[in-house]
């Protein structure tokens, strides 16, 4: 039996950071939290014992957490034509909320870098299906672009992310961004669906990686220069940073002013590609640099730099997971096996044959696969609970980030908050 709470201690809170402890659990139903992570965790298990014990506990693990049962979730991929340009987006949307009748807050969604507007569908089902409406889209088509660049084909991958994480490339993004979201709040004045149907006054942001910058400077982060950046469309109430890429030791002055609630996404095991981000811990700091209240942080443990994507996996890359561990089970089955000390096991002698072991082929590294999709669990819950205290005013979810969620949680993750 795989025992979900690992073997690695829960995570020390980031200097400035309190974890939140207090007895006592919530038992709620989380069945379209869950669908996307055991899909993930379904492409590349171990055996199929194991595989069928780790759902389960994956199961179990999540009905204990906060997400209340999920409603049915609709996703549709949108194409503008604005100003010349070829525009593509896509929207999460809990069922029935396009008609505008219970107009729907709203999760805008960054993706990172060298992603399109469809990346992060984990995050954004898990969203969805919390009653929030989830815009994604990448505000420019270089970022869009940016892994099939003259600089990722020459293997120049720190200069590639310096390019794109430049100020100038994000107020670029920004005003790109602005006239996007200011097209869609148009399209619902005008009582165009699905745009009706949403509700800016309760607006959070959250992004990945490159997204995650974004989203982190118009909570309030000062730039290099002193500026502080804003849209002019839309006032967001909270912010998700998912893996955020900070390329030196970060100045504490910068996050002082961090207006409104921010909840970080990270872990011990999220590393950097581009080689740029060269001490795990300077993820954590800017939340304990944070006005009290302000600066959350989610530290999941065994949770890869990819998995924080929230890329659910291409039907053909499970389908060539599945046979290659299909091979190796097969190939274990084919050896011979082991005599023993009767019968073809005796020399001419009648001494004993030496046993001969028959080898075992490599698996896949499913133990830590679960574990990590037990992170995944404990950030898609959190991140939730997070959004309804910041931006329905759930008391519920206040109650239970408070304590209950570090309770649920145990050595999965661990969640502190600036003081």
Not at 132 to 158: C, G, I, K
Not at 172 to 178: E, F, G, K, V
Not at 332 to 361: E, K, L, N, T
Request: aromatic share 6%; hydrophobic share 40%; proline share 8%.
């Amino acid at each position: 039996m795989i025992d979900p709470t690992l073997d690695r201690p829960a995570p020390s809170p980031a200097p400035g950071l309190r974890p939140r402890l207090r007895a006592g659990a919530f038992a709620r139903t989380a069945g379209a939290l869950l669908t996307a992570a055991l899909l993930l965790s379904g492409c590349g298990g171990g055996p199929p014992k194991a595989r069928l014990e780790e759902q389960q506990q994956q199961r179990e693990f999540a009905a204990r957490g906060y997400a209340p049962s999920g409603e049915a979730v609709t996703v549709q991929s949108l194409a503008w034509r604005l100003r010349g340009d070829d525009v593509r987006l896509s929207l999460a949307l809990p069922a029935g909320a396009a008609d505008g009748a219970s107009p729907r807050p709203v999760v805008l969604y960054l993706p990172g870098l060298g992603e399109s507007e469809n990346a992060g569908l984990v995050w954004r089902r898990a969203w969805a299906a919390a009653g929030y409406a989830v815009l994604s889209l990448q505000p420019l088509d270089d970022d869009a672009m940016a892994w099939s660049s003259d600089l990722a084909r020459s293997a120049e991958f720190t200069e590639l992310g310096r390019r794109h994480y430049a100020d100038a490339q994000m107020r670029r993004r920004l005003a790109r961004l602005d006239e996007l979201l200011a097209e869609a709040q148009r399209l619902g004045r005008q009582g165009e669906a699905p745009w009706r149907g949403l509700d800016w006054s309760r607006t959070a942001v959250a992004g990945y990686e490159l997204g995650a910058q974004l989203a982190l400077a118009l909570a309030g982060e000062r730039q290099t220069d002193g500026a502080l950046l804003a849209l002019k469309t839309v006032r967001p109430v909270a912010a998700i940073v998912i893996s955020p890429q900070l390329f030196a030791t970060p100045d504490p002055a910068r996050y002082r002013e961090v207006a409104v609630p921010v909840l970080g996404l990270t872990g011990p095991d999220d590393s950097d590609v581009l080689q740029l981000v060269r001490d795990l811990a300077w993820r954590q700091a800017p939340f304990a640099a944070m006005p009290p209240g302000r600066g959350w942080l989610l530290s999941a443990n065994e949770v890869r730099h990819a998995a924080f994507g929230g890329n659910e996996p291409r039907p053909e890359d499970a389908e060539r997971e599945r046979k290659r561990i299909q091979a190796a089970e097969d190939q274990a089955q084919s050896q011979p096996q082991p005599q023993g000390r009767r019968g073809a096991g005796r020399g001419q002698r009648g001494q004993d044959a030496p046993v001969r072991m028959a080898p075992v082929p490599p698996l896949p590294d499913y133990r830590q696969r679960h574990a990590q999709q037990l992170g995944l669990i404990a950030a898609q819950q959190v991140s939730v609970a997070f959004l309804d205290h910041e931006v329905k005013r759930s008391e519920t979810a206040r109650v239970w980030l408070a304590g209950p969620a570090q309770a649920w949680m145990g050595r999965v993750g661990g969640l502190s908050s600036s003081h």
